[in-house]
Nanobody, 120 residues
Framework: VQLQASGGGLVQPGGSLRLSCAASGGTFSSYVMGWFRQAPGKEREFVAHINWSGGTTYYADSVKGRFTISRDNAKNTVYLQMNSLKPEDTAVYYC??????????????WGQGTLVTVSS
């Protein structure tokens, strides 16, 4: 499956952005979808993931209550709504797909990343 992330940009602290990730070449509803991020000079880290139907989600503590992951299986797209953004949220954000639930890394398929910069 191929993944194309979009929606990154420059936003002020406290602002919002919505990232999208469009999938093609596979059966989208067969995949758990995740968002990860990598800040400059840091390791890539798990942000959130959502199960095949969209009924179950899980978040990293650092984004819980501020970020919301969702998916539209009819549009083959997963979203990450990011609110109350902080400078420490600055990173390249990646979407990823995997057949298995419960993984915080090692996904099978990865998108190219979209840069989110939170700065005044």
């Amino acid at each position: 499956v191929q993944l194309q992330a979009s929606g990154g940009g420059l936003v002020q602290p406290g602002g919002s952005l919505r990232l999208s990730c469009a999938a093609s070449g596979g059966t989208f509803s067969s995949y758990v979808m995740g968002w990860f991020r990598q800040a400059p000079g840091k390791e890539r880290e798990f942000v959130a993931h959502i199960n095949w139907s969209g009924g179950t989600t899980y978040y990293a503590d650092s984004v819980k209550g501020r970020f919301t992951i969702s998916r539209d299986n009819a549009k083959n797209t997963v979203y990450l709504q990011m609110n109350s953004l902080k400078p420490e949220d600055t990173a390249v954000y990646y979407c990823a797909a995997d057949m298995a639930w419960g993984k915080s890394g090692g996904y099978d398929y990865w998108g190219q990343g979209t840069l989110v910069t939170v700065s005044s």
